[in-house]
């Protein structure tokens, strides 16, 4: 079993940062890769980004390539979404999952998800 606890989203102007933390607890972080995925009123859940499990490797969905940087600190359990240069289409729900088969891209390769945290980026 594992916990996910995303924090850091809340309202900011278009063109401002926010950085994203999700803490994970109950199972071996550092053996996973991990995603962010981000879901809007209406849409389905897309992906945002994803690292392996030593940072090694990093995956970006083109719409936030060269604005997002996700990174890891394995000895804290935790992993990070630095968001900049924001934009109002910024705006959704955003979750953090642990990957356990697959693409990184398709949230069904991911088993474990948390609560999700509000980002609402204003024009």
């Known amino acids: 079993q594992v916990q996910l606890v995303e924090s850091g989203g809340g309202l900011v102007q278009a063109g401002g940062s926010l950085r994203l933390s999700c803490a994970a607890s109950?199972?071996?972080?550092?053996?996973?890769?991990m995603g962010w995925f981000r879901q809007a009123p209406g849409k389905e859940r897309e992906f945002v980004a994803a690292?392996?499990?030593?940072?090694?490797?990093?995956y970006y969905a083109d719409s936030v390539k060269g604005r997002f940087t996700i990174s890891r600190d394995n000895a804290k359990n935790t992993v990070y979404l630095q968001m900049n240069s924001l934009k109002p289409e910024d705006t959704a729900v955003y979750y953090c999952?642990?990957?356990?088969?697959?693409?990184?891209?398709?949230?069904?390769?991911?088993?474990?998800w948390g609560q999700g945290t509000q980002v609402t980026v204003s024009s």
């Open positions: 999952a642990v990957h356990e088969s697959g693409s990184y891209y398709d949230p069904d390769g991911y088993d474990y």
């Open positions: 109950g199972r071996t972080f550092s053996s996973y890769a």
């Open positions: 690292i392996s499990w030593n940072g090694g490797r990093t």
